[in-house]
């Protein structure tokens, strides 16, 4: 069956004709990579060092950090919004990079404060952590201190493995996972993106990685810490990785739900994925962009204030689309609304 499906899945976001070939998602994203594996072990070798060093750009901190300076320049100069009015934006191969230059590299991060911690963690980052996850990571820092939690970073050079993993890849993603699992073992690992989050717990010492909003979900709460007011309405998205593997997100509600005057819904009637789904939103342009404009209908639809989400990856994406639309909704971690609304 994996030979069969190797050259369908190079295009394949999870078709329904597909997906009946397995006994749950689960499996059938398996399936996926070992086709994968099989399809990309048997192109030449100078394609298959190319795609490994262009899956190794964009799976390094450092030099997504530097991609995300880059795109601060295309922002500021005006190349961005002279893209945008000659047309070249939207043109097929170009836009999805358009997309992405429009959103990297957009969060501030502020100082965290000093507190008396009683527990310690360490925070996965991965990646994104200089590209797209600054906003977030300050606010976790910030939440945690507040809860008594000191969180260390010790891995920020690091990425989980998947993105090598889901693009045929497996000798360097079982690598990178090991380098995580060498940094990690005998400590409490927190993820704040759920696609890490899964990959990690895929190796057997990092199996009771907990994803950012169940740590917090679990931790006790001081009766004195009461979240401000915040009259808004708020729409939570389920990444797909949330929703099958990791049993689902109900701690985002949970959380949000201590947030006085806050109306939380969750984001119906949206496909199983939103078309970013690691690189296939550059791989597949035309496939990602019409999963994104199903998923962005009935937000569109409903008009929320903020959107949240616990995928670094889905957050991207959906930032970008929405930014096209010209329609200010904001699109962050739930953490983020959390720190936000914290009494001064």
């Not at 004709?17 to 749950?24: G, V």
């Not at 030099?63 to 000659?86: D, I, K």
């Not at 939207?90 to 000093?114: C, E, F, I, K, M």
């Not at 593997?245 to 806050?262: K, M």
Request: include cysteine.
């Amino acid at each position: 069956m994996t030979d069969t499906l190797a050259a369908h899945l190079d295009g394949c976001l999870g078709c329904r004709a597909c997906e009946s070939a397995c006994p749950s998602l689960v499996a059938f994203g398996r399936l996926m990579d070992a086709a994968k594996a099989v399809r990309t072990a048997e192109r030449p070798a100078w394609q298959r060092a190319l795609r490994c060093a262009w899956l190794t750009l964009l799976s390094t901190a450092g030099r997504m950090g530097q991609v995300a300076r880059l795109a601060r320049v295309y922002r500021a100069s005006g190349a961005a919004h002279l893209a945008e009015l000659s047309g070249m934006a939207r043109l097929g191969l170009l836009r999805p990079y358009h997309r992405l230059a429009r959103v990297l590299g957009t969060g501030d991060a502020r100082p965290t404060p000093a507190a008396d911690a009683t527990t310690e963690i360490d925070l996965f980052l991965g990646c994104t952590r200089d590209s797209a996850l600054t906003a977030a990571s300050a606010a976790s820092r910030e939440l945690l201190a507040r809860l008594g939690v000191r969180a260390h970073i010790p891995s920020a050079d690091l990425c989980c493995g998947a993105l090598m993993r889901h693009n045929g890849f497996p000798g360097q993603a079982e690598r990178q996972r090991q380098r995580c699992a060498e940094r990690h073992t005998g400590r409490t690992l927190v993820g704040l993106a759920s696609a890490c989050v899964a990959e990690l717990r895929e190796e057997p010492r990092l199996a009771g990685t907990l994803e950012l909003c169940d740590y917090l979900d679990r931790l006790d709460w001081p009766a004195s810490l009461l979240l401000r007011p915040l009259p808004a309405r708020v729409l939570v998205h389920e990444p797909c990785t949330h929703r099958h593997r990791l049993g689902g997100n109900a701690a985002v509600f949970r959380l949000l739900a201590r947030i006085p005057e806050l109306v939380v819904e969750p984001l119906t009637d949206s496909p199983r994925c939103c078309g970013s789904a690691g690189t296939y939103l550059l791989d597949q342009p035309a496939l990602s962009s019409r999963l994104l404009d199903d998923t962005l209908a009935p937000i569109l639809e409903t008009r929320p204030d903020i959107l949240v989400t616990t995928n670094v990856g889905c957050a991207l994406h959906l930032a970008a689309g929405l930014a096209e639309t010209g329609i200010a909704i904001e699109v962050c971690h739930p953490v983020e609304l959390l720190a936000r609304q914290l009494p001064r």
